[in-house]
């Protein structure tokens, strides 16, 4: 039991590393080696953003509780919003505007065109985020982290990937899938149309991305992306089910 939990806290460590730039707090990297090696290190990937969207969905029914749902909704955006855009340093975002600005034509209006684009994958997200939380789907950051990060997951885990960004076996992949059904039940009782969708939206990006990433090469900026663009899809979708 003492070592099961050991390489839980090492693969979770491993995780964070992975997914957040962040840094963990001192008791947490001195119980984790952080080299993933161990069997529930694909585990971790979604349990670690269930984790962290569970405690904002805690502290935002605190909130509500204490004060009233609408302070609580505007807290859950604030808090989501502070995960979604800082745990990567805001990379994804700014790639977002610049390959928007990219595809863009207006060569005279470029700069001013970039400076939009940078602030408004921002400024949309927390407005999705704000109708979610006023809508009562302050869970719903759980399943979309959750979907997200099991979506890179899956990615680096895959047959098709000549990679091997973690050690994977077959342990490991039953350890994974027990992972997801179990965050799939108990998103079902808590947010039963967003993890529909979030389940749905998952398997679908990953049989997009996987055939993708056979022909293109499965790189860890590549896997990377496809985790943002599921956010953003996860998002969508949360805007529209909740």
Same mark, same amino acid.
């Given at each position: 039991m003492?070592? !099961?939990?050991?390489d839980?806290?090492d693969? !979770?460590?491993?995780?964070?590393?992975e997914?957040?730039?962040?840094?963990l707090?001192?008791i947490?990297r001195? /119980? =984790?080696s952080?080299?993933?090696?161990? =069997?529930?290190?694909?585990?971790?990937?979604?349990?670690l953003?269930?984790? $962290?969207?569970?405690?904002?969905?805690?502290? /935002?029914s605190?909130?509500?509780?204490i004060?009233?749902?609408?302070?609580?909704? $505007?807290?859950?955006?604030?808090?989501?919003?502070?995960?979604?855009?800082?745990?990567?340093s805001?990379?994804?975002d700014?790639?977002?505007?610049?390959y928007?600005?990219?595809k863009?034509?207006?060569e005279?209006n470029?700069?001013?065109?970039?400076?939009i !684009?940078?602030?408004?994958?921002?400024?949309l997200k927390?407005a999705?985020?704000?109708?979610?939380?006023?809508?009562?789907?302050?869970?719903?950051?759980? &399943?979309?982290? =959750?979907?997200?990060?099991a979506?890179?997951?899956?990615?680096v885990? /895959?047959?098709?990937?000549?990679i091997?960004? &973690?050690?994977?076996?077959?342990r490991s &992949?039953m350890i994974?899938?027990?992972?997801?059904?179990?965050?799939?039940?108990?998103?079902?009782?808590?947010?039963?149309?967003g993890?529909i969708?979030v389940?749905?939206a998952?398997?679908?990006?990953?049989?997009i991305?996987?055939r993708?990433?056979?022909?293109?090469g499965?790189?860890?900026?590549?896997?990377?992306?496809?985790g943002?663009?599921?956010?953003?899809?996860?998002?969508? &979708?949360g805007?529209?089910?909740l």
């Amino acid at each position: 039991m003492k070592k !099961m939990l050991k390489d839980l806290l090492d693969a !979770m460590g491993f995780a964070w590393g992975e997914l957040f730039d962040l840094p963990l707090q001192n008791i947490f990297r001195n /119980s =984790s080696s952080g080299n993933g090696e161990t =069997s529930f290190t694909l585990a971790a990937f979604p349990l670690l953003g269930f984790l $962290v969207g569970a405690l904002v969905a805690l502290i /935002s029914s605190l909130v509500t509780v204490i004060f009233n749902p609408h302070a609580g909704g $505007v807290l859950f955006a604030l808090l989501s919003w502070a995960v979604l855009c800082f745990k990567d340093s805001g990379r994804g975002d700014a790639w977002f505007g610049n390959y928007a600005v990219s595809k863009l034509q207006h060569e005279g209006n470029r700069e001013f065109i970039r400076n939009i !684009m940078n602030i408004f994958p921002v400024l949309l997200k927390f407005a999705i985020l704000l109708f979610i939380g006023l809508a009562g789907g302050t869970f719903y950051l759980a &399943i979309l982290l =959750s979907g997200a990060f099991a979506l890179q997951a899956a990615l680096v885990s /895959s047959d098709d990937c000549q990679i091997r960004f &973690i050690p994977v076996n077959e342990r490991s &992949i039953m350890i994974f899938r027990a992972a997801l059904v179990l965050i799939g039940v108990v998103g079902f009782i808590f947010c039963r149309l967003g993890t529909i969708g979030v389940i749905a939206a998952v398997c679908v990006l990953f049989i997009i991305y996987n055939r993708k990433f056979a022909e293109d090469g499965f790189s860890a900026e590549n896997i990377s992306r496809a985790g943002y663009i599921a956010e953003w899809t996860l998002l969508g &979708i949360g805007l529209f089910l909740l």
